[in-house]
């Protein structure tokens, strides 16, 4: 596992999670190709074309066999090739674009029981684990400048190990959209392949530390500060800046609740909005998981009954009709950071504060909202019988805006010109070679 402050010199080896306890998946087929190229490390047995699995009794259950652990590991001889097929493994975790796909991977498996569920780990060169996140992230269409991009900031993320989210079962991270999204190497093509050779090692850095890269989908026009959405202390890269060529304007302040509902409907242009990439053309470039539609701005209404509904199910609140959702502090992007709840319960007065953009996001749609940056508006009599909320941008908005970034690439922009948009300060650092490894 890697470990945070470490600057590897070599190309390590990571563990990605494929299948984590939290799916409490209890069946798994895996195919290998081409067939007899593993064996598994237990029994020395080679396998043959596919191996069907299942959890009972807390030990993975395979061909009359069973075993607590179960490693597959690449055989000496087997060709550069070779690939193993799971099916099924969970993407987008308890977002609203969850399904179950198939995946294609290299390297090992490592496969136990953990608190009833199987968690299943790939251990894997770090850079053919970067070939298939920069077409997981983004669609393999995308113009080179944004996998290049893409690549470097999905490998220093990684390599600053800061955030870490499993480390209870030793994961650099998982195959999903809480970590990094991978999905396998089925999208890669010899334009995405080059992408990634093309920045083999490369990382970003502030000052003598590895950038703890963060990115999301759509910053909606302006990105966010990292302390408004995680606890600091914050690198240094991390600023509230436009999301286009145009200096910030000092006048123009998100944080401020008139400020923002005129940026919203504005819209002034921006590398992620539709005037460098029209929405329509948005889908070939998007990962094969993400649903067409609109993230630069969007809409989203409630009734009176479908909120108490919500409310009850994601907070436990229980009110009988809603007065106001009310904002009570917004980061520089827009980003609600701090939102009331006032409401009526029993002809008395609720009240509840939602402390974080994560929190209101959570809380506010079933399946996780696109972001914190909106507003509402609701209909006059009381109490409102809709609540409409009007949003900017899908993700938390801090560092890289994928969108933007590939609104940049199309507008010919470099990597480094897109690195530098994103993460100012920050200097292009190579940790090692192809010929070091
Ligand atoms: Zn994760
Ligand atoms: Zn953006």
């Known amino acids: 596992m890697l470990k945070r402050g470490d600057i590897p010199r070599t190309e390590p080896r990571i563990r990605v999670g494929l299948v984590l306890p939290e799916d409490h998946q209890t069946t798994l087929h895996i195919t290998f190709s081409p067939p007899r190229s593993y064996q598994i490390r237990e029994t020395g047995i080679p396998v043959s074309e596919s191996l069907s699995l299942t959890v009972e009794e807390n030990r993975i259950r395979w061909e009359g066999a069973s075993s607590d652990r179960l490693t597959l590991r690449r055989l000496p001889s087997a060709s550069v090739d070779t690939s193993l097929r799971l099916h099924p493994v969970r993407a987008g975790r308890g977002f609203h674009w969850e399904k179950h796909i198939p995946i294609e991977v290299t390297g090992d498996l490592i496969l136990s029981v953990v608190e009833g569920g199987m968690l299943v780990v790939n251990e894997l060169p770090l850079e053919d684990y970067l070939m298939s996140v920069a077409t997981s992230e983004m669609g393999a269409e995308c113009p080179t400048a944004l996998l290049e991009a893409q690549t470097i900031v999905a490998r220093s993320w990684l390599l600053a190990a800061a955030e870490q989210k499993h480390r ?102 921006s590398f992620c909005s539709p005037s460098y990439i029209p929405e329509p053309d948005l889908p070939r470039y998007l990962g094969s998981v993400d649903e067409a539609g609109s993230y630069f701005r969007w809409t989203l209404t409630y009734s009176q009954e479908e909120l108490c509904r919500l409310l009850r199910d994601q907070l436990g609140l ?120």
């Open 168 to 269: 209870r079962w030793d994961l650099d991270a998982c195959n999903d959209d809480c970590c990094q999204r991978y999905q396998g190497r089925g999208h890669i093509t010899p334009h995405s392949r080059r992408g990634v050779l093309n920045t083999y090692g490369q990382v970003l850095m502030v000052g003598d530390e590895i950038c703890d890269a963060r990115y999301s989908k759509s910053c909606g026009g302006m990105t966010e500060r990292f302390e408004n959405v995680w606890p600091g202390p914050a690198q240094s890269c991390f600023r509230a800046l436009p999301d286009s060529a145009t200096p910030p304007d000092p006048a123009l302040r998100l944080s401020q609740e008139q400020d923002f509902q005129r940026w919203w409907t504005e819209a002034p242009p």
């Open 318 to 437: 229980n009110v009988d009709f809603v007065e106001e959702l009310q904002p009570l502090k917004r980061g520089e992007s827009g980003r609600l950071i701090r939102l009331a709840i006032r409401g009526v319960r029993e002809g008395q007065p609720v009240r509840s504060v939602l402390e974080s953009e994560y929190e209101i996001r959570r809380v506010l749609h079933r399946g996780f909202l696109y972001s914190s940056a909106f507003f509402v508006e609701s209909t006059p009599e009381q109490p409102p019988s809709r609540f409409t909320l009007h949003g900017a941008g899908w993700g938390h908005g801090v560092g890289l805006c994928q969108i933007g970034a590939l609104g940049m690439a199309l507008a010919g922009y470099s990597s480094q010109d897109i690195l530098r948009h994103y993460y100012p300060g920050t200097e292009l650092s190579t940790l090692y070679t192809k010929d070091s490894s």
